[in-house]
């Protein structure tokens, strides 16, 4: 995803494929991040939560208007317009390798459900997608006929939240969440917010594998495959800072430069992390 004057935002080259630019795994401990519940309303885990307002992470969904209908329109023209995904590949492959055969898994703002939720599902592992928009969660039970997929806002993740810990439609717990480029959707304050009711998801050690784009904007409105959506994004220094706050240790890092088959998606720099929830 990228906005005119060239700020990338999300997408491997549409010249035949993605060109990986570095390989770097971390491997060390994040420092910090003591992880964090969700709201303050009593019936989180406990964690050193510095982030001031965090309990307002359920009014901070102001304004998702044109987000869904954006993707109820692209459709499947989302999967063609980024095709060969080698970064995002990898990245799937790291976390179903990763899993104890049979996990269950959540896909955050599954899309289409590929190329994601089948290899999680090929790989033997229980999938659960969630996404808001309608159009995308039907091609994805068609594409991945064996997952489960409902409509759920990343926000209603958080605990107390309608599918979060102890909410009325819980998910569960998960030994693992994907979030590839949905997160990037949010305005950047309710990031670390989401991030840390991801994290309220994952069972103690479970998985994240999160894909970014390396982008220095927040709630950015950029032209996508004729829609107009808005987009977040950091330089890679301050995504560690804000993955790591949110009380995830980073085991490993890729980038790629992505260039996407349609004309009006500029290349951009696509960031993985993989990470493990802190206990
Ligand atoms: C750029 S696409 C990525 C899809 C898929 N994860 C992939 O990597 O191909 C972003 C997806 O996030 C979904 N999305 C955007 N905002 C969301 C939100 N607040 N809650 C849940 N899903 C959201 C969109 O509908 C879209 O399907």
Redesign the pocket.
């Known amino acids: ?1 990228s906005g005119e004057g060239g700020r990338h935002v ?1 997408g491997a080259a549409g010249d035949g494929g993605p060109v990986t630019v570095t390989e770097s795994p971390e491997g060390a401990e994040g420092p910090q991040g003591t992880g964090g519940t969700d709201r303050a309303d009593g019936d989180g885990d406990e964690y050193a939560d510095d982030y001031e307002g965090f309990e307002d992470f359920d009014r901070l ?1 102001l304004d ?1 208007s044109g ?2 209908e954006a ?1 109820d329109a692209i459709g499947d023209r ?1 999967d063609e317009a ?1 095709p060969h ?1 080698d970064g ?1 590949l990898a990245a799937g492959r790291w976390l179903a390798d990763a899993l104890a055969p049979g996990s269950r898994v959540l ?6 459900g ?1 190329p ?1 939720g089948r290899q999680l599902v090929d790989a033997g592992h229980e999938l659960v997608g ?4 309608p159009g ?1 969660l039907k091609l994805a039970r068609s594409n991945v006929p064996t997952a489960t997929f409902q409509q ?4 209603d993740l958080r605990s107390g939240g309608r599918y979060g810990p102890g909410g009325s439609r819980e998910l569960g717990e998960f030994d693992a969440v994907v ?4 997160l ?3 305005p950047r304050p309710e990031i670390p917010y989401a991030l840390r009711a991801l994290r309220g998801l994952l069972r103690p050690g479970g998985l994240l594998a999160l ?1 970014m784009v390396e982008a220095d904007v927040d709630d950015f409105a950029i032209p996508f495959l004729g829609n107009s959506v808005r987009v977040s994004g950091y330089l890679r220094e301050e995504l560690r800072r804000v993955v790591r706050d949110a009380g995830f240790e980073i085991t490993g890092e890729d980038s790629h430069s992505y260039a996407p088959a349609s004309i009006d998606v500029p290349p951009e720099i696509q960031l993985y992390l993989h990470c493990r929830r802190r206990v």
């Open positions: 995803m999300h969904a998702r987000q869904a993707f989302y980024f995904k995002q896909d955050v703002g599954c899309g289409t590929l994601t969630i996404d808001i928009s995308m759920v806002d990343i926000v979030a590839f480029f949905s990037l959707m949010l894909a």
